[in-house]
């Protein structure tokens, strides 16, 4: 069975910094793209970065430079670290694991992070 477990979200001031955890369980974690999307109040769902299995990194133009993606093989599991956040960082946090093409992709059950102060 698989399992994406993501954590480490909560209410942060603007400014601030959090760091999120997906875990990951059931999957040959290693040969995943793994993905964060994000979805604001009221809007859809965003990509916000990847990172493929060859450790390749892409981000949406607005967390360019404040988010940085990343992944442990060993441990199955991939970190956001959110620097710099703003209150149009508030969202709820999905965890992908892309198996396309070919293979079931998978979502985490999402984690909210709140920019407020």
């Known amino acids: 069975q698989v399992h994406l477990v993501e954590s480490g979200g909560g209410l942060v001031r603007p400014g601030g910094s959090l760091s999120l955890t997906c875990a990951t369980s059931?999957?040959?974690?290693?040969?995943?793209?793994m993905a964060w999307y994000r979805r604001p109040p009221g809007k859809q769902r965003e990509l916000i970065t990847s990172?493929?299995?060859?450790?390749?990194?892409n981000y949406e133009d607005s967390v360019k430079g404040r988010f940085t993606i990343s992944r442990d093989n060993a441990k199955n599991t991939v970190y956001l670290q959110m620097n710099s956040l703003t209150p149009e960082d508030t969202a709820v946090y999905y965890c992908?694991?892309?198996?396309?093409?070919?293979?079931?992709?998978?979502w985490g059950q999402g984690t909210q992070v709140t920019v407020s102060s």
């Open positions: 059931g999957i040959s974690f290693s040969t995943y793209t």
């Open positions: 992908f694991a892309d198996g396309r093409p070919g293979r079931n992709s998978f």
């Open positions: 990172i493929t299995d060859g450790g390749m990194t």
